[in-house]
């Protein structure tokens, strides 16, 4: 059995494209249907769940993933990222059990002209960043038998996404007359990570026993805006989009110039290529166009789209509906 913490968010609602409901016991903070409730920062309740499922891998990803919201409330990010981790990895240090805890590439100094690798050393800029940082090195140094994965700039969710390119994507699809403009922000660079295939390599990881510290990201880096106009290339529509800088918006946790990632250690072990973003992000739309179903094949000019529904529609008669709650703001 897996047990997964964090089941209902974005990640989460991709965890049955890629394992099945049978090997899966899936928790989150609120009971619904096919999740438990397991509050991470409870210790009790951690070691209760744990103790009844007695899982062979905990998958942890539960997080407080507002990047605002942790720099406003330290003590809630803290709490949430660091010790709500150490209470999983005690769990799964008493009941002897392996341990996926997903981190983030967003913690660099982000100077770095190249992508970072697994061998460049961390210097977090924001609480959000600390508290995964401390919650890596919690792991690490409870448990042998781990996996770090760090993901970049994640993009999921279908019906219930409510992150950056679920707002660009229903922009696109906005069938009113005129044209929306859309500002995104062109100065900052990062690695698209889709859900599903960090779930699928993670699960490849998890199979092979090389326990330790990766990145898994999408191949290749971008801005925000070369993401937004891919989206729009994607879906068609009636939308301009407008490249702008970060002063553009404010934001109270300050966004390091470069998140960019590379998967280098599972490169290096020849273990698996992750697709490169465009091709991901083309594939993710396909199948928010058919959960959302505001999106008709070929409605403005989105032949890409089309093709992304047909592959889609091809693999989704087996997909259990995503379970996706609403996602909060952008985590980096
Ligand atoms: N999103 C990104 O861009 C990104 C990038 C890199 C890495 N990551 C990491 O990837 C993992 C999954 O992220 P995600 O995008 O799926 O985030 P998400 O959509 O915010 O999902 C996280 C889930 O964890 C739940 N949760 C929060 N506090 C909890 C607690 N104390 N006990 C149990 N559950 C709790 C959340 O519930 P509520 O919604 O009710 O709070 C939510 O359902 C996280 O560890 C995150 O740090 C995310």
Not at 34 to 63: C, F, Y
Not at 81 to 94: D, F, H, I, K, Y
Not at 117 to 127: G, L, N, S, Y
Request: with cysteine; hydrophobic share 40%.
């Amino acid at each position: 059995m897996i047990l997964v913490t964090g089941a209902a968010g974005m990640v989460g609602s991709h965890l049955l494209d890629v394992f099945s409901e049978g090997e899966l016991f899936r928790t989150d903070l609120e009971e619904e249907p096919g999740i438990h409730r397991m509050d991470i920062r409870n210790h009790d309740e951690v070691m209760s769940v744990v103790g009844q499922v007695r899982p062979r891998l905990v998958i942890h990803l539960a997080a407080e993933t507002d990047v605002d919201r942790c720099e406003r409330e330290p003590d809630h990010a803290y709490r949430s990222n660091a010790m709500g981790t150490l209470t999983v990895a005690s769990a799964c240090q008493r009941y002897d059990a392996e341990m996926v805890y997903i981190s983030t590439t967003a913690l660099f100094d982000g100077l770095k002209p190249e992508p970072y690798t697994e061998f460049d050393a961390p210097a977090p800029q924001t609480v959000y960043a600390r508290s995964k940082w401390e919650g890596e090195k919690i792991v690490q140094s409870l448990l042998s038998r781990h996996y770090v994965v760090r993901a970049g700039w994640m993009f999921g969710g279908r019906a219930k996404d409510k992150k950056f390119v679920g707002k660009i994507a229903a922009l696109c699809m906005r069938q009113d007359s005129g044209t929306n403009e859309i500002k995104a922000v062109n100065d900052k660079f990062g690695s698209p990570t889709y859900a599903r295939d960090l779930l699928h390599t993670t699960k490849l990881l998890s199979e092979s026993g090389l326990f330790g510290l990766y990145h898994v990201v999408n191949t290749g880096s971008c801005t925000r805006y070369e993401m937004a106009v891919e989206i729009a290339k994607i879906l068609g529509g009636h939308v301009k989009v407008v490249p702008v800088t970060s002063d553009a918006f404010v934001l109270s946790a300050p966004r390091a110039q470069s998140e960019a990632a590379r998967s280098y250690k599972i490169e290096l072990l020849g273990l698996k290529h992750v697709r490169e973003w465009r091709e991901a992000l083309q594939d993710y739309l396909g199948s928010w166009a058919i959960h959302t179903g505001t999106a008709a094949p070929n409605a403005f000019n989105g032949d890409l789209l089309a093709k992304a529904m047909a592959a889609g529609a091809s693999a989704a008669h087996d997909l259990t509906p995503p379970n996706g709650r609403e996602a909060g703001s952008d985590a980096p």
